[in-house]
């Protein structure tokens, strides 16, 4: 092995890796592609190592290629699994449900549970400036590696790592949030999925009140479902806030609230006037 590149290399263990992965490459050569940092590829000049690689994705010396194509099939087998575990979602949920299992946050999770980070082949000067431990070379990485086993062996070593490792472990506990709106604190949108996909009609927001001075403003907002000329139909609830957008956000999640326990139902005037007198200490105490 020569110097470039030796301190980014010196952790490598495929076999260690492998393990973690829970298959055993025929090819290890797609492995060690899938883990090399085109930083390292450029230093060593594409070494001999790889140029006697027959795959076109390995003969380029570093993970790029692999990436690509590992990103597709990662996207592919977790739309299957997400299929086949929640029949109860939507085409939109499903579709928001598999965009954070593939995030880079998620992935870089991934990666950090199998001990993805000792096992980079980095550039010297990457190295220094702790690319290792960087949340997008590890995400990336990880897809590099799904690239690889899918070349390997197909998709089965895929589904089953995925189905261990990115799917089985936060799908349940990220479809309960996306259900409930708490997923990336988009309420709106997790209600107006719902509804749709309950066929209970569209969600139109209307400010019921405004109040207080310009720099502290307080918003009264109804949500109720789509009437005759998009005009609110049955109120479903009311939230408050220091903006339009804050104060729908907060209707959203009270009516998402509501539908949890079965209360899909119109506010009765005590539930305004509870929504009301929310809002007024607020407005009393702003100076």
Do not use: W
């Not at 140029?51 to 994705?57: I, T």
């Not at 928001?96 to 199998?114: D, F, N, T």
């Not at 209970?200 to 009437?227: I, N, T, W």
């Amino acid at each position: 092995m020569g110097k470039a590149g030796e301190k980014g290399e010196r952790r490598a263990d495929v076999g260690e890796l492998e393990s973690a992965l829970g298959y055993a490459f025929a090819k290890r050569e797609l492995l060690v592609c899938a883990l090399t940092h085109r930083s390292l590829a450029n230093e060593r000049n594409h070494a001999v190592a790889f140029e006697v690689c027959a795959e076109p994705a390995v003969a380029d010396g570093d993970n790029e290629r692999l990436e690509f194509l590992g990103d597709a099939v990662l996207g592919l087998v977790v739309a299957q699994a997400l299929y086949a575990l929640h029949p109860e979602c939507s085409e939109g949920e499903l579709t928001r449900l598999r965009s954070l299992l593939v995030s880079r946050q998620h992935m870089a999770h991934v990666a950090r549970q199998i001990g993805l980070e000792n096992h980079l082949r980095l550039g010297r000067g990457e190295e220094r400036r702790g690319l290792r431990n960087k949340s997008t070379v590890l995400s990336n990485t990880m897809e590099a590696v799904m690239g690889a086993l899918f070349l390997d062996g197909g998709l089965d070593p895929v589904r089953v790592f995925v189905n261990r490792e990115v799917v089985a472990r936060d799908a349940e506990r990220l479809a309960l949030e996306l259900r409930s709106g708490e997923a990336l604190g988009n309420y709106k949108s997790a209600l107006q999925e719902r509804l749709q996909a309950t066929r209970a009609g569209s969600p139109v927001y209307q400010v019921k009140r405004e109040s207080g001075p310009d720099h502290r403003k307080r918003f009264l907002v109804e949500v109720g479902l789509k009437g005759v000329n998009g005009e609110p139909g049955m109120p479903l609830a009311r939230g408050i806030g220091r903006t339009k957008k804050h104060a729908e956000q907060d209707a959203a999640r009270r009516a998402l609230e509501r539908m949890a326990t079965g209360e899909l139902a119109t506010l009765s005037e005590e539930g305004a006037e509870a929504s009301e007198t929310e809002l007024e200490p607020e407005e009393q105490a702003a100076p």
